[in-house]
C-alpha cells in the first residue's frame, strides 16, 4: 500500500513557473513508476507524463513536452513536476500515481493515486 499526497499547486499567470511535489509514504517507493495525470474541469482526466524507478526514462504527453520535467528523489520518497511556461489550459487538478509498469499512458497502470492538487493559470 502506497499513499500519495500532491502539494505545491496555486494560482499563477500565464507563463509562469510552478513545481508540484507527491510525497509518498512506505519504503518500496523506488519500486514503483511514478505518473502524473491532470483533470481539467468537465474533462476527462489525462496522462502528463510519467518516470521510471530509478528516474533515467521519462516520457511525457505532446501537450507538455519541453514544458514540464518529471523527476524523482527516491530517499525522499517524492516525486516532482517541474512546469515551466504554463498556458491557461494547463488549468486541472494534478494527481500523481503510482504503479509497476513503465509504459502506457491509461489510468489502469496505476494502482494508487493521490488526491490531486489544483493549478490555476490565468490571463
Known amino acids: 500500500q502506497v499513499q500519495l499526497v500532491e502539494s505545491g499547486g496555486g494560482l499563477v499567470q500565464a507563463g509562469d513557473s510552478l513545481r508540484l511535489s507527491c510525497a509518498a509514504s512506505?519504503?518500496?517507493?523506488?519500486?514503483?513508476?511514478m505518473g502524473w495525470f491532470r483533470q481539467a474541469p468537465e474533462k476527462e482526466r489525462e496522462f502528463v507524463g510519467r518516470?521510471?524507478?530509478?528516474?533515467?526514462?521519462?516520457y511525457y504527453a505532446d501537450s507538455v513536452k519541453g514544458r514540464f520535467t518529471i523527476s524523482r528523489d527516491n530517499a525522499k520518497n517524492t516525486v516532482y513536476l517541474q512546469m515551466n511556461s504554463l498556458k491557461i489550459e494547463d488549468t486541472a487538478v494534478y494527481y500523481c500515481?503510482?504503479?509497476?509498469?513503465?509504459?502506457?499512458?491509461?489510468?489502469?497502470?496505476?494502482?494508487?493515486w493521490g488526491r490531486g492538487t489544483q493549478v490555476t493559470v490565468s490571463s
Open positions: 500515481a503510482a504503479g509497476r509498469v513503465y509504459g502506457g499512458t491509461s489510468e489502469s497502470m496505476y494502482d494508487f
Open positions: 512506505g519504503p518500496t517507493f523506488s519500486s514503483y513508476v
Open positions: 518516470i521510471s524507478w530509478g528516474g533515467s526514462r521519462t
